[in-house]
């Protein structure tokens, strides 16, 4: 895959044309709800800012957690945002989140920050830059699952620590294009010669005893999965 197939593959996802159009229009509300320059600047900084720390801390502690499964009606949502992608990182048809996860989340972690900032406007501001963020680390999502060889250097390591994230130890390494709060937090490793390899990579510890009691993500995945995605088994 060339970069001009990379780019005609990430806008053929729903998602992406989605962001998009909703980023186009909270830019218009916020051109008809004016803020001074200074605001409209520091709410969209304020978005770009947050973004890899919220990325981090939902990633770490909210879609690795060992607390959604438990919970019947979190159980769903977790299986579709993130065990999958888990349980075989090459599944592109789940690459992204769904919506109705997705676009409430982004709203909370960047309009209400505007909001303080510079009113409607700001909020509006604060909300298509976190629309367009969303876009950028989801493009870099593309380069790190599909069969794309990136060859800027920065590319390269983003795709070699979240390929680790994923086959290897997805104890560590948290962030997309951002490692920063991954230092900050212990939580990163450059090679995965750094690690012993997880033996819940693939399944982030919803094994089949965890299933015995937590069944529910079991029931919605037809048993659970076990091992590396080309040689799995099914319990």
Not at 128 to 147: D, R, V, W
């Amino acid at each position: 895959m060339n970069m001009r197939q990379l780019v005609v593959a990430f806008f053929q996802y729903p998602a992406i044309i989605a962001y998009i159009l909703i980023a186009i229009v909270a830019a218009v509300v916020s051109g008809l709800y004016p803020t001074s320059a200074l605001q409209t600047i520091a709410a969209v900084a304020s978005s770009i800012l947050l973004y890899p720390l919220v990325w981090y801390a939902l990633h770490r502690w909210v879609l690795h957690s060992q607390w959604m499964y438990k919970v019947p009606f979190l159980a769903s949502t977790w299986k579709r945002i993130h065990y999958d992608h888990h349980q075989d990182p090459n599944h592109l048809e789940i690459l992204f989140g769904a919506l109705h996860t997705t676009l409430p989340t982004i709203f909370l972690a960047s309009a209400p920050v505007g909001w303080l900032i510079g009113g409607l406007g700001g909020a509006a501001a604060a909300f298509s830059s976190g629309l367009l963020m969303t876009c950028f680390y989801e493009f870099c999502h593309c380069i790190q699952h599909l069969a794309y060889t990136p060859k800027h250097p920065a590319l390269v390591m983003m795709k070699q620590r979240h390929m680790a994230h994923h086959f290897h130890d997805e104890t560590g390494n948290f962030g997309i294009t951002n490692f920063f709060w991954d230092r900050l937090f212990g939580t990163m490793y450059a090679k995965v010669s750094e690690r012993k390899k997880s033996p819940t990579v693939f399944n982030l510890g919803y094994t089949p005893e965890v299933a015995k009691r937590w069944p529910k993500v079991a029931e919605l995945s037809g048993g659970v999965a076990t091992g590396h995605p080309s040689t799995r088994i099914k319990h």
